[in-house]
């Protein structure tokens, strides 16, 4: 069992990825622009059972704030893979 919830959506400073895992998983976050680059990789790493709760702060892998606008997250684990869109707003 994987669920993931992304609030707030949209967000302005903040968003938090809330990662439920019934068994201890590795799980990967990462948030791409809409010309699908990598923006940043938010998780890369096994976590345990039990719900998780990851921020991205709105920059991008170098510390760059990024632009307002629509961004792509997808989760990846085993797998199973969980896409959305994430709407930036400053």
């Known amino acids: ?11 302005n400073s903040h968003c938090t990825f809330e990662v ?9 976050i990462t948030v791409y622009n809409l010309l699908g680059q990598v923006v940043r990789i ?10 998780h ?7 991008d892998g170098t510390g760059q704030e990024m ?4 961004y792509i997250y997808q989760l990846m684990s085993g797998k199973k893979r ?3 869109r994430l709407l930036m707003l400053k």
């Open 53 to 59: 709760h990851l921020k991205w702060d709105g920059r």
């Open 1 to 11: 069992q994987l669920n993931l919830q992304v609030y707030p959506n949209p967000f």
């Open 42 to 51: 938010i998780s890369q790493e096994p976590l345990e059972a039990g719900i």
């Open 82 to 84: 969980l896409t959305g």
């Open 20 to 28: 439920f895992l019934q068994k201890r998983a590795e799980v990967q």
């Open 67 to 70: 632009s307002s606008g629509m």
